[in-house]
T-cell receptor, first 116, second 114 residues
């Protein structure tokens, strides 16, 4: 089974701090994703990486950056945390699919981040 | 623009009955994938079932089936013989051709009543 591990289940930080959320997957997946989940809004894509050192912005990248130095690890960075970044953060990974085919994403357990 | 629409914020179903969770999508790409995920109260997202836009038959996985109506752009999830453990949030999602095109709906909360 695919295992996606997020470093923290719960995290409390202060406004203005630099926050790192770590995600590791053990199935050699090329693609990795960071989402935030808010009530009534579903999941929104923050950043996507399709290879080491490669990244693409999702729908809501403002205030965030990412790092992918190794294939198995994808880090989300809140450069200067603000209260509106209080949310549930979900990491996911997936294989590159063959043409006209698809692969599901496999998710970690999520990190509930509170910015005070 | 909203890509995935789930119009049922909450649903109730009697144990052992079948339930349909609605999902409509919006895309102009001919190639896409549709997914359903389950999120129990513990928070993890669990992949349930997948349908490709070129698939001729509706996908099935155990008690889950996907009612794919391409012309209507709908991809409803049918859960047969509901169990108490099916109580959770259910999310419909669509994958487009580009790597970062993965859209989720706002979810439907399903409660199974004993």
């Amino acid at each position: 089974d695919v295992k996606v591990t997020q470093s923290s289940r719960y995290l409390v930080k202060r406004t203005g701090e630099k926050v790192f959320l770590e995600c590791v997957q053990d199935m050699d997946h090329e693609n990795m994703f960071w989402y935030r989940q808010d009530p009534g809004l579903g999941l929104r894509l923050i950043y996507f990486s399709y290879d080491v050192k490669m990244k693409e912005k999702g729908d809501i990248p403002e205030g965030y950056s990412v790092s992918r130095e190794k294939k198995e690890r994808f880090s989300l960075i809140l450069e200067s945390a603000s209260t509106n970044q209080t949310s549930m953060y979900l990491c996911a990974s997936s294989l590159h699919p063959p043409p006209n085919s698809w692969r599901p994403q496999h998710f970690g357990d999520g990190t509930r981040l509170s910015i005070l | 623009a909203q890509k995935i629409t789930q119009t049922q914020p909450g649903m109730f179903v009697q144990e052992k009955e079948a339930v349909t969770l609605d999902c409509t999508y919006d895309t102009s790409d001919p190639s896409y994938g549709l997914f359903w995920y389950k999120q129990p109260s513990s928070g993890e997202m669990i992949f349930l079932i997948y349908q490709g836009s070129y698939d001729q038959q509706n996908a099935t996985e155990g008690r889950y089936s996907l009612n794919f109506q391409k012309a209507r752009k709908s991809a409803n999830l049918v859960i047969s013989a509901s169990q108490l453990g099916d109580s959770a949030m259910y999310f419909c999602a669509m994958k487009g051709p580009a790597g970062n095109q993965f859209y989720f709906g706002t979810g439907t909360s399903l409660t199974v009543i004993p």
